[in-house]
């Protein structure tokens, strides 16, 4: 199997590419296309790979966001990593949008929560880490009010709010729309296609890959929300 590691994510604001190499980042590219996304997803794939000094028969696995995040963003970046996968005959290795704002802090063995604004004073969060460090289940991955996530952090023996960093591709919204005053500052996560990558090579050694058709989207939104 090749080496080469194609990821994308298209879950937020940017359109992120970047390519990985025997574990190393060879390309990385950030652009605001918006909706122009689905058009120019594949243009931008493309010259990646060249700045990489690879091709499409090179990759080895495709690996993408799935969610939560933008809904046609989501679909646009999914459904380009697995149709290229199936035309490669490459598995997929899908990453949490919430898991990649999370990773720096995840290495440093941090506790995070990781936020993404998702209207109507809601967010899609999710924390990493917490069961690990603090002894406390982690908040798996939803939707929730900013007064459901108080409740979360307040609800923890220990020192309180501090204990875990927050962290968000937009903080002025997380704050703006959860907290009137936030319980501690919100630390900016930029979407990062070179996360995705470091995260899939990690997926691919533990087996946690999947078959293109296999691939599937979470969006996270509650259903119970007007």
């Avoid at 493309?46 to 696995?61: K, M, R, T, Y």
């Avoid at 506790?111 to 998702?118: N, T």
């Avoid at 470091?198 to 296999?214: F, H, L, Q, T, Y």
């Amino acid at each position: 199997m090749s080496d080469l590691i194609l990821a994308l994510d298209c879950s937020l604001r940017w359109t992120n590419v970047a390519v990985l190499r025997d574990g190393d980042i060879f390309a990385s590219k950030r652009l605001d296309i918006g909706r122009r996304q689905a058009a120019e997803l594949p243009l931008v794939v493309e010259s990646a790979l060249s700045e990489a000094n690879g091709a499409f028969g090179d990759v080895g696995l495709v690996a993408v966001t799935n969610g939560p995040g933008y809904f046609t963003g989501i679909r646009v970046g999914a459904s380009y990593a697995a149709a290229l996968a199936y035309g490669l005959g490459v598995k997929v290795a899908p990453v949490s949008t919430l898991h990649m704002l999370a990773y720096s802090h995840i290495l440093q063995s941090r506790p995070v929560l990781a936020l993404v604004y998702a209207g109507r004073g809601r967010a899609y969060a999710a924390s990493f880490g917490c069961a690990r460090h603090l002894n406390i289940a982690d908040l798996p991955a939803g939707e929730y009010g900013g007064d459901q996530l108080a409740a979360w952090l307040s609800s923890r023996e220990g020192p309180g709010w501090k204990d875990v960093f927050l962290v968000s591709d937009d903080p002025g919204k997380a704050v703006e729309n959860l907290w009137p005053t936030p319980p501690q500052p919100v630390l900016q996560a930029p979407p990062d296609a070179s996360v995705v990558a470091k995260i899939a090579w990690n997926a691919r050694e533990s087996g946690d890959v999947v078959s293109p058709m296999e691939l599937k989207i979470f969006y996270h939104r509650d259903p119970q929300v007007g």
